[in-house]
């Protein structure tokens, strides 16, 4: 069991790290096909900075909490059941393919916080047809998945301040959204769920109108 559970650890590591990896390449290959000039990236820039930083602040925080959490305390949450473990690494690696698909269909229009950009448009194709805000499903299925797969522990910690973090994104975006497109976006948000993929993609949804996550 130890062989196996040392396994989907590496499973878990490497759906990490492609999500990162590719984040970091599709910042880099977008923004130089957004084609944006200097001054608006400037702009961009001086206007988010604040939440930017807010961002990596937090991220770095939560880094901080997960290594100073002592280990009596980790040892109590922790529950490793190999049947659990084995589809949590499932949901991981399906959460990490989900989650590449939808950073490739929203393409030029993501932001790593949300913001409305000059010349948005709304997607609605690809996983944006079963929900909103397919990324954020895509990185909560992943922390879900990698919890159950390496035995809980901190990654309770990490669901945790992850749920919240989501949720008010989605409230966030949801209204920068409504205040972009009206009543084109009231229907796709009345036809589609934030979160939670239908399993049936509704129909009339409009195939582009708007961008987010």
Do not use: N
């Amino acid at each position: 069991m130890d062989s196996l559970r040392s396994v989907l650890a590496v499973v878990v590591a490497v759906c990490v790290a492609v999500f990162v990896a590719a984040w970091l390449v599709g910042a880099v290959y977008f923004g130089v096909k957004r084609g944006s000039g200097a001054r608006e990236a400037a702009r961009d820039l001086r206007r988010t900075l604040p939440r930017r930083l807010a961002l990596i602040a937090g991220a770095w925080l939560l880094g901080l909490l997960v290594r100073q959490t002592p280990g009596s305390w980790r040892h109590r949450l922790e529950f490793w059941q190999p049947e659990l473990a084995l589809l949590g690494a499932v949901l991981a690696v399906a959460s990490t393919g989900w989650l590449l698909w939808a950073r490739w269909v929203l393409g030029t229009m993501w932001a790593s916080i949300p913001m409305v950009r000059e010349h948005h448009e709304l997607r609605t194709d690809g996983p944006y047809r079963m929900a909103r805000h397919p990324i954020y499903t895509g990185i909560l299925g992943l922390v879900t998945g990698a919890m159950a797969a390496c035995g809980f522990g901190v990654w309770v910690l990490v669901l945790a301040v992850t749920v919240p973090w989501l949720l008010r994104r989605v409230r966030i975006e949801d209204g920068m959204m409504a205040d972009r497109f009206g009543a084109s976006y009231a229907a796709y948000r009345a036809r589609v769920p934030a979160l939670i993929p239908s399993l049936r993609p509704p129909r009339g949804v409009l195939r582009r109108a708007d961008g987010h996550r």
